[in-house]
C-alpha cells in the first residue's frame, strides 16, 4: 500500500509526535509511507524520513488553494492509493485534492475543535467559519480515525459524520523508547539532570497554551511551595499563547519553577519526577499520560473525557484525578503525591500492564494498517 500522509507541519505537536512514532512499524508491515507537511517547522522531518518515510514539500505555508494544488502535485508524483489527512488545513486541502484526482480519503480527528473549551478560546465568527468549511469537505473523506471514544462522538455532533464511518484506535509508544523506571534509573536519571536526591519534583508537558490548564497550576502551586520549599517544578514544552502570562507568574518563585522548552528527553524527565501533573482542560488522547504511563511516573490529571479513558475509574485506574479547572482539589492531589505514598506503586504497576495491552506502538500500528485498508477497500 502506498500512503500519502497530509499534515498541517511537522512542529514537535502531538499529532506529529505520534506520527513520528508510526513510520518504521508501517513500512516493515508493508506501507510506502510518503508525508506531506504543509507548514514550515519541520523539525521531526529528518526523524520521520530516517524512520523510513518520504518527506515531500518544503515550501513555505500558503494560501488554502496553494495548498490543494500542493496536494494534487503529491498525489501526481507519489501515485498513492489512498490520502490520510491530520489537522485542520490539511483536512481541508487534502479532502478536496483527493475528491479531485479520484482517491478515497479518510481524517485522523485528534481533537475537540469545536468544543467548549475550545469556543472560549477562539472568536466565535472565527471557530464558525472554520466549522462551516469543515462541514463542506468533510463528506470527501470515506472514513475517520478519532484518537478517543470521546473524540468520536465530538465529530459525530459537530460534524454530523456517521459513527459507523469512524474508528477509535488511540495514539501509541514504543515501549524500548520508555522503559518502566527502577530504582537505579531514577538515581542516574536525576544525577544527568543535576537533581539533588531530596528534591521533590513536579513534571508537566504540553504546549505553554491556556487549554493545558497550567494556569490551575500555577494557582495551586503557593500552597505547595508553603509546605515543599524545596519542590522543583519542570514545564517540559514549546512556547504557546500562555507562555507570557506563565513565566510572568513564576516569577514569584525562582528556584522552585523551571522551563525547559520542547524536550526530546521526555523518558529522562519522566524517570527523574516525583509525579506527572496533567492539569489539562481539552484534548484529544493525551500522548504524554501513554508515555508517563509506560515509564510508572505517578500521575496527577484533570478528568477531562479523554483523561478518563486512559486511566479509568474505580477499582480499574491508573492514576488520580481531580476536578479540571479547580486548583485547591489539584493542589491537594499533589501534596498527597508527594508523601511517597505506597499506592503510588501499586498505580504505577497497573499503568505499565494497561500501557503494554493497549498502548503499544506496535499494537497502534497494526489496527491503523487495518483502518488504511479499509479505506483503500471502500
Known amino acids: 500500500m502506498r500512503l500519502l500522509y497530509v499534515i498541517d507541519s511537522l512542529a514537535p ?17 508493508g506501507v510506502e509511507l510518503h508525508v506531506l507537511p504543509l507548514g514550515a517547522d519541520h523539525t521531526l522531518a529528518s526523524a520521520i524520513a530516517d524512520a523510513g518515510a518520504t518527506i515531500h514539500g518544503g515550501e513555505p505555508a500558503g494560501s488554502r488553494l496553494s495548498n490543494i494544488r500542493r ?38 480527528v485528534v481533537g475537540d475543535t469545536y468544543g467548549d473549551v475550545r469556543r472560549s478560546e477562539v472568536s466565535p465568527m472565527r471557530l464558525g467559519a472554520a466549522l462551516a468549511l469543515d462541514k463542506l469537505t468533510v463528506g470527501r473523506s ?7 471514544v470521546s473524540i468520536s462522538r465530538a465529530i459525530s455532533v459537530s ?3 456517521p459513527s459507523d464511518r469512524i474508528e477509535v484506535v488511540p495514539r501509541g509508544r514504543n515501549p524500548d523508547s520508555f522503559p518502566f523506571r527502577s530504582i537505579e534509573s531514577r538515581t542516574a536519571a536525576r544525577a544527568q539532570l543535576g537533581l539533588p536526591p531530596g ?18 497550576l500555577f494557582e495551586a502551586f503557593p500552597r505547595i511551595v508553603e509546605r515543599h520549599p524545596n519542590v522543583l517544578l519542570i514545564l517540559a514544552g514549546a512556547d504557546g499563547s500562555a507562555s507570557a502570562t506563565l513565566r510572568a507568574a513564576a516569577r514569584a518563585w525562582p528556584a522552585n519553577v523551571s522551563f525547559l522548552g520542547h524536550r526530546t528527553d521526555i523518558p529522562r524527565l519522566l ?59 489539584l493542589g491537594d492531589a499533589l501534596l498527597w503525591s508527594l508523601t511517597g505514598d505506597s499506592s503510588l506503586h501499586s498505580l504505577a504497576l497497573k499503568g505499565r500492564a494497561k500501557f503494554e495491552t493497549l498502548y503499544t506502538i506496535g499494537a497502534v500500528a497494526d489496527r491503523m494498517i487495518g483502518f488504511f485498508h479499509r479505506v483503500a477497500g471502500d
Not at 277 to 287: H, V
Open 13 to 29: 505537536g502531538g499529532a506529529e509526535i505520534s506520527l513520528r512514532e508510526m513510520p518504521p512499524l508501517l513500512v516493515h508491515r
Open 142 to 148: 470515506t472514513r475517520f480515525h478519532a484518537v478517543s
Open 159 to 161: 460534524l454530523g459524520v
Open 271 to 329: 524517570t527523574a519526577a516525583d509525579v506527572f501533573c496533567f492539569p489539562s482542560q481539552r484534548e484529544g488522547s493525551p500522548g504524554a499520560l501513554i508515555e508517563a504511563l509506560a515509564v510508572g511516573c505517578p500521575i496527577i490529571a484533570s478528568d477531562i473525557p479523554p483523561v478518563l479513558e486512559i486511566l479509568g475509574e474505580g477499582a480499574q485506574r491508573v492514576g488520580t484525578m481531580t476536578s479540571a479547572g479547580n486548583a485547591s482539589n
Open 199 to 216: 528534591r521533590d519534583v513536579i513534571l508537566t508537558v504540553g504546549r505553554l497554551d491556556p487549554a493545558k490548564g497550567f494556569n490551575t
Open 71 to 108: 496536494v494534487l502535485k503529491a498525489i501526481h508524483d507519489v501515485g498513492p492509493d489512498l490520502v490520510h489527512t491530520t489537522l485542520f488545513e490539511s483536512d481541508i486541502a487534502g479532502r478536496i485534492a483527493a475528491r479531485v484526482a479520484g482517491l478515497p480519503a479518510s481524517t485522523s
